[in-house]
């Protein structure tokens, strides 16, 4: 298949497959069993420039695009989603400093984040609000030159772990959807805490906990965009991200594939490979037929993303939905493709199929990409008439 | 601190084929790499550089295609590159290699340390290393598992035994080889790959390092290769089958028939 890669793409995609297959295949089992942080990893990915791939080359990044930032997300989401994730967080922190912060808050977070120096997570969901943002009660209220935060964010990936946080509060609830502001918090903030380190499916190697906000005072300066614009942030920082949720999905499918066939070819049974009984070629064939489909949509919103396109929600939904459907199909059939030892701890795509789970949950269930993509047609249908 | 980084570029095999007429190695279809024991070289290099500052040169003698090596260090971060390519330097043993090599190395010019690997893995002699030291009269150190310090003109490093390990101190300049113990070697950098893009290597000759060419090549290697072969296999063993309880019953029985217990 060719992608119509350019040549600093394949570069990308050959450089991150170097880290994954020599840093990261070696060590995945281990972290997986033991929750463990995946620290070495994040720093040869900094000292590779991966972690500022997307970011502006005058806040010291690559200035690289979308789809050169999803080629690496993808090549390391073949060999495990959990240190995937915890990369790709990184960047979903990121945008909405990217996106809407003022040049002084570019200058001073961005150079540090470009290098790996300091992590990022992004801190909207919590108890009481998990597809529904609007149900967010953790409050900032002004007093003279700083905010005071209060409350509780749930499920926050590199909790912990990361140094710089954006949140999203209610900073006038009287407001309802013009009420919320977005933040940047920073670790060691007194009044910020960080609750239990969550024991989780899949994705075992990333850091999930709950923002622990105590009357948290931070500087002004910390709002990003203006009061009132924080639910705009969130979503188009969502929209930004979402398709990378895809190309998780597309290398975690690519890898399960990969590691079955190599398995299957050499498995007798009845006296041949089990890859000569056309039930299982025409499983793999399902398999690598979906996988490729859902490539085509990640790579096709990343393009729309990267030619400037306003409106790329639908087909962001449509890559996110779809390719993340399509990993857990496929990692669950890979399982079945090698029977019994698909199942066991010894081979890779029993913590693959775990893994794959979460790609339907995180960053907008995959009901609520249906009803994204589903109210835009609607939309769009009423325009026409 | 200037270091130059010796990198040799080899088969990516264990199992090199030999050509039974010219006793030289096949290298037809098989790709090249760095010696595995020049990336520790040179992540080592690297990482001196990182503490001290400076500037890290990778020198390789060999065909025009050893370019390619060279810009895989570049891509690891190495800041120059010499490539020694000239077919006076053909057909060469590891006498004539350290030669040339340390005319190399003497045309670079100024330098603290050299680092090479402590063997290549095609070759196998561990011979380079000591000879070029020698031949650029600067102290040799073997088999380094650590470097402890660098301070003014001196250097503390820790040399890898069969058991436990010697601390040396040696002045600078200085050559030491290193072993696998001494580091992890990176992944390059993209930054570092886009520069290995579009790097132009160009060759120096064996006059543009003032090479005495007898002493070069074919014509300047004492050592002539007059056959390869296979170690034949060592006879006289014997299996023993059975129990883990029989098998060292049988063990004893032979030991003290022997009178060895
Ligand atoms: C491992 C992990 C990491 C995470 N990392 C982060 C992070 O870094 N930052 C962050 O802010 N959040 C994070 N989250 C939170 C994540 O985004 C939410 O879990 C997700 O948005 C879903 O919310 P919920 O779990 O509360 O499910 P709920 O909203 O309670 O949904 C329960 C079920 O109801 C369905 N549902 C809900 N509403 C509708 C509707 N209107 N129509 C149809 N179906 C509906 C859902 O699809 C789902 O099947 C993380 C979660 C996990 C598990
Ligand atoms: C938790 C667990 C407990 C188990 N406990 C027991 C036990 O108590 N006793 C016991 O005897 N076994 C046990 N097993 C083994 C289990 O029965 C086998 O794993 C299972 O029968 C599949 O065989 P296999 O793993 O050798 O897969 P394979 O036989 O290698 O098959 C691999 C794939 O090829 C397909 N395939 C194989 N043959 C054909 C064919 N002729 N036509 C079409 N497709 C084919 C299969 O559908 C499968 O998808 C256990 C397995 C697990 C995971």
Redesign the interface.
Known sequence: MDYLLT??QL??RD?AR??AV??IVPVRAELDEHNKFPTDIMK?MA????MG?YIPEEYGG?GRGTLDFYIAIEEISKACLGVSTTYAANALGTYPILLFGSDEQKKKYLPDIAAGKKLVAFGLTEANAGSDASGIQTTAKLEGNEYVVNGTKQWITNGGEADIYTIIAITDKSRGPRGASAFVVEKGTPGFTFGKKENKMGIRSSSTTELIFNNCRIPKENLIAKQGMGFIVAMKTLDSSRAGVGSQGVGVAQGAIDECIKFAKGRVQFGQPVTSFQAVQHMLADMQTMTEAARSLVYNAARMIDSGAKDFSRASAMAKLFATDTAMKVTTDAVQVMGGSGYMKEYPVEKMMRDAKILQIYEGTNQIQRTVIGLDMVKEATRQK | MNIIVLVKQVPDTSEVKINRETNTLIRDGVPSIINPFDMFAIEEALRLREKHGGKVTALTMGPPQAAEALKEAVSLGVDDVVLLSDRAFAGADTWATSYALSMGIRKIGQYDLVIAGKQAIDGDTAQVGPETADMLGIPFIAYIRKIEKVENDTMVVERMMDEGYDVVETSLPCLITVVKEINQPRVPSLKGKMKAKSLKVTAWSAKDVNADENKLGLKGSPTQVVRIFPPAPRGGREMLSGSVADQVAAVAKKLKEQSLI
């Open positions: 040549e600093e570069m990308i450089l170097q880290i020599e840093k040869a000292q590779a420039d991966l791939l690559m």
